[in-house]
Nanobody, 121 residues
Framework: QVQLVESGGGLVQPGGSLRLSCAAS????????MGWYRQAPGKQRELVAS???????NYADSVKGRFTISRDNAKNTVLLQMNSVKPEDTAVYYC???????????????WGQGTQVTVSS
């Protein structure tokens, strides 16, 4: 079965940088979308950034210009480079993939376990 494993979360000062990584275990035939969501306490989970199979990206307005999403389909990995972080970026970040294991399989959503990012001085 496919599992997503995240790494790179932690404590960072405002204005600093952090790099999140998400790698999939198990065979993946193709990936439709890779993305990162986040959820702060008392708030709804929101999309941070996503990247499609053809490389198209989109970002939440709150992170545009500061965060960069990238992918490596060969390694089944998606990265989120977080620069100029702000306290309001503090949240649990979840890796998200929409993928299928074979060409005939249904596209399914896969989620990482979440990694805590805390921006504080």
């Amino acid at each position: 079965q496919v599992q997503l494993v995240e790494s790179g979360g932690g404590l960072v000062q405002p204005g600093g940088s952090l790099r999140l990584s998400c790698a999939a275990s198990g065979n993946i035939f193709s990936i439709n979308v890779m993305g990162w969501y986040r959820q702060a306490p008392g708030k709804q989970r929101e999309l941070v950034a996503s990247i499609t199979s053809d490389g198209s990206t989109n970002y939440a307005d709150s992170v545009k210009g500061r965060f960069t999403i990238s992918r490596d389909n060969a390694k089944n990995t998606v990265l989120l480079q977080m620069n100029s972080v702000k306290p309001e970026d503090t949240a649990v970040y979840y890796c998200y993939w929409n993928a299928r294991r074979t060409w005939y399989a249904t596209w399914l959503d896969y989620w990482g376990q979440g990694t805590q990012v805390t921006v504080s001085s």
